[in-house]
């Protein structure tokens, strides 16, 4: 089983920067791929980014350019640096791992004012 722990979320200023981490455990080697999702209140879980085990990425279109997703293979370690945010990107953010299944981090809030 996999076990993930998000952190780093909280308040921004529009305009301004976030990280976000994600540390996994458990049987790592059994990852396909890793990803960030985000759900605004009253919508839909929606992803923001995904990163393959060979490194291949793919973002939303709302947020390329602003968002990178990346990981620290020796550390177990999935990021998300938030550039130019914006008010539209507050939500609930959810670290999420593809084994046989879907697992899925606790989530952090990211809270943009404008």
């Known amino acids: 089983q996999v076990h993930l722990v998000e952190s780093g979320g909280g308040l921004g200023q529009a305009g301004g920067s976030l990280r976000l981490s994600c540390a996994a455990s458990?049987?790592?080697?059994?990852?396909?791929?890793m990803g960030w999702y985000r759900q605004a209140p009253g919508k839909q879980r929606e992803l923001v980014a995904s990163?393959?085990?060979?490194?291949?990425?793919n973002y939303a279109n709302s947020v390329k350019d602003r968002f990178t997703i990346s990981r620290d293979n020796a550390k177990n370690t999935l990021y998300l640096q938030m550039n130019d945010l914006q008010p539209e990107d507050t939500a609930v953010y959810y670290c999420?791992?593809?084994?046989?299944?879907?697992?899925w981090g606790q989530g952090t809030q990211v809270t943009v004012s404008s």
């Open positions: 990163i393959t085990r060979g490194g291949s990425t």
């Open positions: 999420n791992a593809v084994t046989s299944m879907f697992i």
């Open positions: 458990g049987i790592i080697f059994s990852i396909h791929g």
